[in-house]
């Protein structure tokens, strides 16, 4: 067997690295030209510059994020074993957490499968591939999930924008079985997505939990959901027995699946085609209020550079959502923007708030469900944030 290639850190380089972290930047390592010529998404050997080993990882000369670790010992291969070895360890994990074969699989990093997501449901895989290493990967891929969960559809929903940053194309395809409409189940109630044409994996898992905390504090109440794709917190409140629920989102697609999960599942709401700000502007002007205000808007914050501007959005985003929360009602503010942290976040919306001349009290924080496990030394890996306030 031909001997593998062996990448380089530099002298006092590698900080993160060496605290944990499973990445390395490009301007860390000796990229002198034979390390330049590899393929992107070459297995290669890591090593500190002093000879010790960092471990196992894919590397892409291409990308910024220039090594992505996925195993601590040296000589590790990417193969159908080892893929197979992780997965188990993600679905014992699920299993243990869920009942029900509904989920987030694997969580890139926090399950040690860098640049790899698989949302699951039940018999149904779809799978997202963010990386050359993976890509390059992709039959031992397959051929360890049939192993592992012998799924009867796989597909692959390689469209994100993030790909073109390790030199890949977008892509989508049903890898095996027969693609279409699926059903979900989640906290009890059973909504409709569609893994080939919504939007990323065409289900957001990560707001599992926070739709059943919302749904708890719903009965009797008036709810607005705003962003609310195919109604995953509205459906639930609905069913909880919310007095009126409003569906709001900018995609007809999506207001139409959520209509007929709504129906699916008994449940009433009216689906509202509009922009949430224009329509929030409007509500208030009406002097319409809502007991419960639900804001969870795509990412405002989808690079560092845009972090001010962003920010402003969410301020402004909380400022309209309070204006139109009734006194003693509930206001939830989500991001789901890697790129700007907890604290921030926290500041805009208490600011917005403060702006609308609300009083508040932040009865909740969280993230997302614990199927989407956490790097512990990658902070990038905890992306999303729903605050609630009571406001008076
Ligand atoms: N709350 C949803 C997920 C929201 S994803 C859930 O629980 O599943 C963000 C949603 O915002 C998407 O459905 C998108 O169509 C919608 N969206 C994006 N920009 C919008 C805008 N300006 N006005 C209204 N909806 C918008």
Same mark, same amino acid.
């Given at each position: 067997?031909?001997?593998?290639?062996?990448?380089?850190?530099?002298?006092?380089?590698?900080?993160?690295?060496?605290?944990?972290?499973?990445?390395?930047?490009?301007?860390?390592?000796?990229?002198?030209?034979?390390?330049?010529?590899?393929?992107?998404?070459?297995?290669?050997?890591?090593?500190?510059?002093?000879?010790?080993?960092?471990?196992?990882?894919?590397?892409? #000369?291409?990308?910024?994020?220039?090594?992505?670790?996925?195993?601590?010992? #040296?000589?590790?291969?990417?193969? !159908?074993?080892?893929?197979?070895?992780?997965?188990?360890?993600?679905? =014992?994990?699920?299993?243990?957490?869920?009942?029900r074969p509904f989920y987030r699989l694997a969580h890139a990093e926090g399950d040690g499968l860098p640049g790899l997501v698989i949302d699951r449901f039940g018999d149904t895989l779809v799978v997202q591939i963010s990386i050359a290493g993976i890509e390059a990967k992709l039959p031992v891929l397959i051929a360890a999930l049939n192993k592992v969960v012998a799924p009867k559809t796989i597909v692959l929903r390689n469209d994100t924008p993030s790909r073109s940053l390790e030199g890949l194309d977008t892509y989508v395809r049903t890898e095996q079985g027969i693609a279409g409409r699926i059903a979900v189940e989640e906290n009890g109630a059973r909504?409709?997505?569609?893994?080939?044409?919504?939007?990323?994996?065409?289900?957001?898992?990560?707001?599992?939990?926070?739709?059943?905390?919302?749904?708890?504090?719903?009965?009797?109440?008036?709810?607005?959901?705003?962003?609310?794709?195919?109604?995953?917190?509205?459906?639930?409140?609905?069913?909880?027995?919310?007095?009126?629920?409003? %569906?709001?989102?900018?995609?007809?697609? =999506?207001?139409?699946?959520?209509?007929?999960?709504?129906?699916?599942?008994?449940?009433?709401?009216?689906?509202?085609? =509009?922009?949430?700000? !224009?329509?929030?502007?409007?509500?208030?002007?009406?002097? !319409?209020?809502? /007991?419960?205000?639900?804001?969870?808007?795509?990412?405002?914050?989808?690079?560092?550079?845009?972090? !001010?501007?962003?920010?402003?959005?969410?301020?402004?985003?909380?400022?309209?959502?309070?204006?139109?929360?009734? #006194?003693?009602?509930?206001?939830?503010?989500?991001? %789901?923007?890697?790129?700007?942290?907890?604290?921030?976040?926290?500041?805009?919306? =208490?600011?917005?708030?403060?702006?609308?001349?609300?009083?508040?009290?932040?009865?909740?924080?969280?993230?997302?469900?614990? /199927?989407?496990?956490?790097?512990?030394?990658?902070?990038?890996?905890?992306?999303?944030?729903?605050?609630?306030?009571?406001? /008076?």
């Amino acid at each position: 067997m031909s001997k593998r290639p062996t990448i380089v850190i530099k002298p006092r380089e590698g900080r993160r690295a060496r605290a944990g972290a499973p990445w390395i930047f490009s301007n860390e390592i000796v990229m002198e030209g034979a390390a330049k010529a590899l393929p992107p998404g070459t297995v290669a050997d890591i090593k500190f510059d002093d000879g010790q080993d960092f471990g196992s990882g894919f590397f892409n #000369p291409k990308s910024l994020i220039a090594v992505r670790l996925f195993a601590r010992a #040296p000589s590790v291969a990417a193969d !159908e074993n080892f893929f197979a070895a992780r997965l188990k360890r993600a679905l =014992a994990l699920r299993e243990r957490l869920y009942d029900r074969p509904f989920y987030r699989l694997a969580h890139a990093e926090g399950d040690g499968l860098p640049g790899l997501v698989i949302d699951r449901f039940g018999d149904t895989l779809v799978v997202q591939i963010s990386i050359a290493g993976i890509e390059a990967k992709l039959p031992v891929l397959i051929a360890a999930l049939n192993k592992v969960v012998a799924p009867k559809t796989i597909v692959l929903r390689n469209d994100t924008p993030s790909r073109s940053l390790e030199g890949l194309d977008t892509y989508v395809r049903t890898e095996q079985g027969i693609a279409g409409r699926i059903a979900v189940e989640e906290n009890g109630a059973r909504y409709f997505a569609d893994p080939g044409q919504g939007q990323k994996t065409g289900w957001y898992y990560d707001q599992r939990d926070n739709r059943a905390f919302i749904a708890s504090l719903a009965k009797g109440r008036t709810v607005l959901d705003a962003y609310s794709y195919t109604g995953g917190f509205g459906i639930l409140a609905a069913r909880a027995g919310a007095k009126e629920v409003i %569906c709001l989102d900018s995609s007809e697609p =999506a207001l139409k699946l959520a209509e007929e999960s709504a129906a699916a599942n008994k449940a009433s709401i009216r689906a509202v085609q =509009a922009d949430v700000f !224009e329509e929030m502007t409007r509500l208030a002007a009406q002097k !319409e209020r809502f /007991d419960m205000v639900l804001a969870d808007p795509p990412p405002f914050v989808k690079a560092r550079k845009d972090l !001010e501007p962003g920010a402003k959005a969410y301020r402004k985003l909380a400022r309209l959502a309070a204006d139109i929360t009734t #006194p003693g009602g509930l206001l939830m503010m989500s991001s %789901c923007s890697h790129n700007i942290p907890m604290d921030r976040f926290a500041a805009e919306c =208490a600011a917005g708030i403060l702006k609308s001349g609300r009083n508040a009290s932040l009865i909740h924080v969280a993230g997302a469900g614990s /199927d989407h496990p956490m790097h512990p030394m990658l902070p990038e890996t905890a992306y999303l944030k729903a605050l609630v306030y009571a406001l /008076d």
